[in-house]
Structure formats: structure tokens, C-alpha cells
């Protein structure tokens, strides 16, 4: 449904009143709903995939990884973990303020706003939603109009799970979710592109009201000369293609050693055909384009950096479908190179020097991942501390996202905090600082008048 500012007021008063009256905060009570939406996810199984499928031909297998089977798991780690999370956790306190105990208190915020994109549209609203029932917040979900069936599948999945008073879905565009972004929540958990997170962190500005930023960027991948290239290949035309690459952490573009630069071109162009045989458009496991507008925006790159087509390029506006694509570029000046591609597009970039290298993509706004293949360890060492990115892997893409143990997040233009897990909790709770003073004994000291006390406190603060 659409939404008027009064319909929004009735929502958000009833969630309110909800909050309040504390039933959210309980450990039974986060892990029966946490349970409820384990089932509810189970139980719309066949309905989500047909969803996904209809909305981005998603293949099944990548269905259950990366949307179904990623929300489940993190239900039940949260399951497992959840009373040890919620444990006050004490801390010391220094000798001149004792006595007292003193412990930081893990709270909800109140009425969370979750703001989902269309790529991965299950798992991008449900995760931070486990997250967000897990730390006793009540939520509202936006889905992206860009993914109608599965927005209207997870409506009812959570109309079905949960009174809306707790959590609620509205669904809507841009003039929505500005009617949503200036409301009172408690927090906002975006994820999306970086053009429209600062629209969202100008509206939380306004209200000051914390949040997370989960954006995108361009994400690079380097290989040096030591990498096993097969395997490489392989690993980069997965990461890239999973999805169509529209995957807020796939690889954006490739950085080779020129010394294995064709060698590399040729594996990744017969992984290409090992995964989606000749003519990826009769693959079942190759997705398609979301929508027309991004399509031609993916189309127009393609046709403006066509000279340095290497494998790929076919495209049907019809079936929304762009071949799996590779470009060898010369330098950096194409097209494909100015924004984040976020289709089935990889331009592969030689290099001399891996330093130079590093220092170039360090020019470029930070990455949310960057991925780097080499069998070299000290190179490797070089690659995670020189070059500022969110997280990634070596020898490998993608991967670090679904290690459940991995706080997952951007730095600066590619997003701020994180979650996954135990990060998630953390997340959408508020670390209340409590220090607890015993009345047994009043120290003075502290009071004035302060003559002749100045060199006894300096004794204990010091
Ligand atoms: P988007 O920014 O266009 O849309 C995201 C959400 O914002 C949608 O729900 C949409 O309705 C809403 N929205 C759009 N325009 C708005 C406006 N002007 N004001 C208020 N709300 C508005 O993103 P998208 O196209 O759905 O997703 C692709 C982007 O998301 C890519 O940049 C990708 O890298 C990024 N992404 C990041 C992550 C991550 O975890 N960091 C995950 C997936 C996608």
C-alpha cells in the first residue's frame, strides 16, 4: 500500500505505544519472533523464489544462498547467541569513584526504519530486521519498488508473522520514503545507492537520528603475478556474474599484472562458458537486468566502451538481458570506469607496478570491498593496509559477506557502521553506560571547597 503522512502518524503511534509498553524487550519474547519469522521465511519458500525469480530470473541455487538460506542461518546464530549478547557486560571502575559497579546496558532504540534496495530485496530488509527484533526494537520495512513481486511477497509474509503495531511493511517509491525519512524514528537502516544515502542522512540530520549506511562503490580486484590464475578466474566471473552483477559487493573492475594480463583474460572468458555454456541468455543460472531504466543505463555504457569488448556485449532490451561482458581497457579515461557498474559488465585493467596500482584505486572514493589474488603474503599484507575499503577477501570475492562472524559494512562514500550477527544486535541497540554508586561511603574530596585538596586528587587521577 501507498502512504499518506496521517496513515504514517496512526503507524508509527501504535508502534510507539507498543514499544512502550516494554513487551518488546524481553529475551522470550525476541526469540519467539525471531522463531515466528524463521517459519514464516520457511514457509513462503516456494513463493519467494518464484518472486525473485520473476522480479531478476534469479536462479533458485542463488535464491537460497544469498537470500533465504543467508536470513535463516543468521536467525539461527542469533537464536543461539542472543542471552550472552543481551548480558549487561561489567566493566572496572577506577579507584576514585568507588565504590560502585559500573556496566554498559545493551537498549533498543525504539521504532527502526529499514530501507531496502531491489538487488538482493529479501535478505537486505530481513537481515537488519533479525537485528532489529534481536536487539527489541519495533520496525518498519520500505521495500524497493524497483522488486514488486518479492515487496509484495515479504508484505504478506510479515502481515502474516507479526501485528503491525510491531512491525509493518509500506511499500512505495521516492515520494514514500521521503514521507517516511521525515518522520520520528528511533533509527534508520539504509541500504542502497550512495545518491540516495545522502539524501537519507540529510533527512536523519534534520532529526538527528542515528543511523546506517549500507551504499556501494566501485570495488576492485587485483591480481598479481603470483595468483593461480585459473582458480582466479574462476573466483571473479562468479563474484562478478552472481546476480548479473548487480551485487552491491561485486567486483567493479580488474587490475592485472600485465604480465599475466592475457592469461587471465582467457581463463575468465572460458569460466564464462564453463558456468553459463555458449549463450548465457539460454542459462538457467544467469539473472537478468532489473528493470528498463537501469538496463539502458548498462546498455549505454556498453555502447560507448564497445571497442574494448572482449567477450560478451549481446544484449535484448526485450528480455532485459546483457551477455556476460568483458572489456580490456587501456587506461582508466572509458566509461565503464566513471561510476559504480552494478551489471554484468568487467573491465580489466593492465598494471606495471602493483605500488602504483594500490595508489591509484587509493585516488578513487572507498571502496565496500576490494578483493586481491596472490599467493605473495607480504604483498597481501601491503594490499589490506595501504588501501582504505569496507572489507573483502584474499583470493577470493564476496565470501567475507557471508562469514556470519564478519562485521559487514562501508567506510566514508561506500557507508558508515555495520551489522551481520553479532554486529547486527549491536547495531540497533543503544550501549547505555551506567555507573551504580554505593551510598556506603561518601569521598569528599571531590567537593569543594577545594583548598589543600588538589594534591590528593592528583594522587588518584593521574
Ligand atoms: P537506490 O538507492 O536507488 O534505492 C534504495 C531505496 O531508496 C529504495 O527503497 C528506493 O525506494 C529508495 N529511494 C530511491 N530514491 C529515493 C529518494 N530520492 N529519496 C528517498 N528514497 C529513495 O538503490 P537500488 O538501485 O535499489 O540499489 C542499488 C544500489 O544499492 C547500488 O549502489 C548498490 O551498491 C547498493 N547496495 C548496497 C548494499 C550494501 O549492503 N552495502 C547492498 C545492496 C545494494
Known sequence: MGMTGNELEIIMNKQKAYYVSGVTRSLAFRIMMLQKLYDAIEHYEKEITDALHKDLRKPPLETYVTEIGFVLSSITHTLKHLDEWMAPEKVKT???LQPATSMIIKQPYGIALVIGPFNYPLQLLLDPLVGAIAAGNCAVLKPSEDAPHIASVVEKLIDRTFPSDYVTVVQGGKEVTTTLLAAPFDYVFF???????KVVMKACAERLTPLTLELGGKSPVIVDSTADIRKTAEKIVWGKFLNTGQTCIAPDYVLADVSIYDQLLDEMKKAIQRFYGK???KSPDYGRII???????????????QLYIVDGGRVDAEDLYIEPTLLALPDWNQAS????IFGPILPILPYE????????????PKSLAAYFFTENEKAADHFIEALPFGGGCINDTISHAGNIHLPFGGIGPSGMNQYHGKASFETFSHSKSILKKSTAVTMSVSYPPYKGKLSFVKRFIR
Do not use: C, K, W
Open 94 to 96: 577506577p579507584l576514585h
Open 191 to 197: 541500504t542502497g545507492s550512495a545518491a540516495v544515502g
Open 279 to 281: 549463450d548465457a541468455q
Open 291 to 305: 528493470n528498463n531504466r537501469h538496463y539502458q543505463r548498462l546498455a549505454n555504457i556498453l555502447e560507448q566502451d
Open 337 to 340: 570506469m566513471q561510476e559504480e
Open 353 to 364: 607496478s602493483l605500488g602504483l596500482a594500490i595508489q591509484q584505486i587509493s585516488a578513487l
